[in-house]
């Protein structure tokens, strides 16, 4: 596979499972573990992703685009898709058998758009909708409600997507949850004296932050990128860069009005609800809790505004870095950047892409653990006891396809054999070197997985 020739990252370090190498920045340590949850942000994130350049909404009233879509034999749920006429999309659930209801929005900007003078702006955006809206004004005060009702809420912020979400175990509490959670997304209050206290929030989790492997990775990683690309920026913020000169400045309250309301628009959200009303119900609750969304009559994709800079390392050196939780693991990455000639050619190259999943073969022959795998090669030769591939970072721009490695102590000194190894499997396969079974067993896969 020729695109196997793109530029390669490649950092040995102690680190944590491949898994857990670098979850986005959030609210707290939460994380979404379950699988509806999983399935909600997966929804929200391809509705944003598959409508970056289409035309705003015409009408002024929810048009349906969609009610026919392929599912499993056993998927005994009902879907619709609607897009609100603030030009909000919405996919729509209704499972009767659901014992909880749940509803994630996405938001497709993230901190690849954080002014070069405030980095943590959007994480810092994120924070600060938990902390009151013009129609409940109170600090937490959706907080307190999911607590009181039994339920859970979150949030995070990527390179260029945030992500809300709640989940309760009651349906029947899902339209007042859904009256309380829209107003984030029209009329955030930003209190001047909310942000002072939140901006310690951010700094705390920060400190946090420095003693996570995954985090720190993270963010060697983006360093290796040129200063003028956005994927280099520090995201999650601190005292100093959100109250500059020296963390005690007065926090960029007009710096957050600017930035919400440039982003926080119609046609750069989608959301996801599930529950076990009827889906004219839950059209309706979703057309009343985000009927306030500001519309407009442009899509403000993040990558517009930096296109033109090559998604590309300075460089492709090897760098050690220590762990702080004692593991061994050599971690290798491909950068591969999407069609260059224009955003919506980007765009439509990230779609077929996402189409032909190209990176479940890549994953299958590399992460591959039988008797010719190279991960049975690795463990042969005492270098290795486990190996995992697939998918890493996928922005408007770029993807990233990563290898990870856990070492011995002899594959922790042979580490360059190592990388030998992961680099000639990957030129075998660009050379041709492919597998008959490949395809096949990949397809059977994907089959078992649908049904």
């Known amino acids: 596979m020729a695109s196997m020739a793109a530029t390669l990252l490649a950092v040995l370090t102690l680190l944590t499972p491949a898994s857990a190498l670098r979850a986005p920045l959030r609210m707290s340590t939460q994380l979404p573990t379950s699988p509806q949850r999983r399935r909600l942000f997966q929804g929200a994130a391809a509705l944003v992703t598959f409508r970056a350049y289409e035309a705003p909404a015409a009408t002024k009233t929810t048009k349906i685009l969609c009610e026919t879509f392929a599912k499993p034999q056993t998927d005994s749920k009902s879907y619709r898709l609607v897009e609100l006429a603030s030009g909000v999309r919405c996919l729509l659930v209704q499972d009767p058998r659901a014992e909880k209801c749940a509803a994630a929005l996405d938001v497709h900007v993230g901190h690849m758009s954080d002014p070069i003078d405030r980095p943590g702006l959007a994480h810092f955006c994120e924070h600060m909708l938990f902390l009151g809206n013009d129609k409940y004004p109170g600090e937490d005060e959706f907080e307190q409600y999911i607590s009181r009702v039994g339920g859970s809420s979150n949030a995070f912020t990527d390179t260029e997507d945030t992500c809300y979400f709640f989940e309760l175990p009651d349906p029947l509490k899902l339209d007042t949850a859904l009256q309380r959670w829209g107003p984030f997304f029209s009329s955030p209050k930003f209190a001047q004296d909310a942000t002072r206290r939140e901006v310690e929030a951010i700094d705390s989790e920060h400190s946090k932050n420095l003693k996570s492997d995954g985090f720190r990775l993270f963010q060697l990683t983006k360093s290796r990128f040129p200063d003028t690309h956005p994927f280099s920026k520090f995201g999650t913020g ?40 009827s889906l004219d119900t839950l059209q309706k609750l979703t057309e009343n809790a985000l009927q306030d969304v500001r519309s407009t009559t442009e899509r403000r994709p993040p990558s517009t505004l930096y296109f033109n ?142 049904q």
């Not at 007009?254 to 529950?275: I, P, T, W």
């Not at 693991?329 to 892409?353: C, G, H, T």
Request: hydrophobic content about 35%; overall charge negative.
């Open 238 to 277: 601190t005292r100093k860069t959100l109250r500059p000169p020296n963390g005690d400045g007065d926090p960029p309250v007009d710096k957050l009005r600017e930035f919400y309301g440039m982003n926080y628009v119609g046609s750069n959200m989608a959301c996801v609800v599930c529950s076990t009303q």
């Open 309 to 450: 800079e090559e998604p590309m390392p300075s460089d492709t050196d090897a760098y050690v870095l220590a762990s702080l939780q004692s593991q061994r693991e050599l971690s290798v990455q491909w950068v591969l950047p999407y069609d260059r000639s224009s955003p919506e050619n980007a765009f439509a190259d990230r779609i077929q892409k996402r189409y032909f999943r190209d990176d479940l073969f890549l994953s299958h022959i590399l992460g591959h653990e039988g008797p010719d795998s190279v991960l049975a090669d690795l463990r042969r030769r005492g270098l290795a006891t486990g190996l995992g591939a697939g998918s890493g970072e996928d922005t408007d721009q770029f993807r990233t396809f990563d290898v990870s490695v856990q070492l011995t102590q002899k594959g922790l000194k042979e580490w360059r054999n190592v990388l030998a190894t992961i680099r000639g499997a990957a030129l075998g396969l660009a050379n041709g070197e492919w597998p008959a079974n490949a395809f096949e067993e990949t397809a059977r896969m994907a089959r078992l997985g649908f």
